[in-house]
């Protein structure tokens, strides 16, 4: 962390006159059905989902910065976006899902809002004591193939090709994705992933959602997959629907913003219609 520290106090003084801008859209969760598939991109990582009237964010980040909290400020990159909605625009979260610690998808001021005793949090091995666990109804690790149950949801965590680590020393943290079973419905979110064939076979009975990520692969390609990778992989997880997340959002490596996105469609095809929620704040339903 402290080596990190002089390379963060400089990209933060650097960034400290860039606005953030607005969304485009601005998602109704409040007009959702409670039967369904609901689905809305806040931004980076976190989506909010809503499936058969079961409320569940991902990875939620709604800091100003992804970083190290020192104080009253954090050392980190700054959005781009802000989210598409503010903490207090979200509906109850009956479930918050976390795929790894890294700081730009384990926030911890913005999980000590989401704190309720109507939350159950599902997360990786070794990554709980990060979290006030006595705030939340219930807090569960889950590793590589393990299932644990949440009200109406089976979640099921899967190997991805990613690490761990908050910071250098603790390498022992999980990281996962997960499979997410409610009714008759069946998501899978990625977390973070280089590529991996490990999405292979898993939606045998069918994914209707595979939420992926398609940034920060310029030149991290041994952490971030690509969105041609991206793209394949949900093919091989049978997902019908493709929602992209990881972009837009942050500057984390060196691609141009709307590349992966432009590069996503472009491997997609025929097949773009499949592709979801291009830009943050958008929504979409399958009922």
Known sequence: MYQAAPRLLRQYTNELKRSVADPKHVPQPLRWADKGLFAAWLGHSTTLLKIDGFTILTDPVFSV????????????????????????????????LLSHAHMDHFDIPSLRRLESPETSVVTARRTSDLLHVGQFRSVQEA??????????????????????????????????????????????????????????????????????????????????????????????????????????????????VIEPMERLCAAAGSGSDRIVLREIGQEFSLT
């Open 65 to 96: 910065r992804a970083g190290i909290h020192l104080g009253p400020i954090t050392l980190g990159v700054k959005r781009l976006v802000a989210p598409a909605l503010r903490l207090d625009e979200l509906p109850p979260i009956d479930l918050v």
């Open 143 to 256: 590793g590589w193939g393990e299932e644990v149950r949440v009200g109406p949801a089976t979640i099921r965590a899967i190997e991805v090709n990613h690490w761990g680590a908050r910071f250098r020393t603790d390498t022992y943290r999980g990281y996962n994705g997960y499979i997410i079973e409610i009714g008759a419905y069946r998501v899978l979110f990625g977390g973070d992933t280089a590529d991996t064939d490990k999405f292979r076979g898993i939606g045998r009975s069918g994914i209707h959602l595979a939420i992926l990520p398609i940034g920060a692969y310029d030149p991290w390609t041994r952490f971030h997959c690509t969105p041609e990778q991206a793209w394949r992989m949900a093919g091989e997880a049978n997902a019908d629907l493709f929602l992209p997340v990881h972009h837009q959002t942050f500057l984390l490596s060196r691609e141009p």
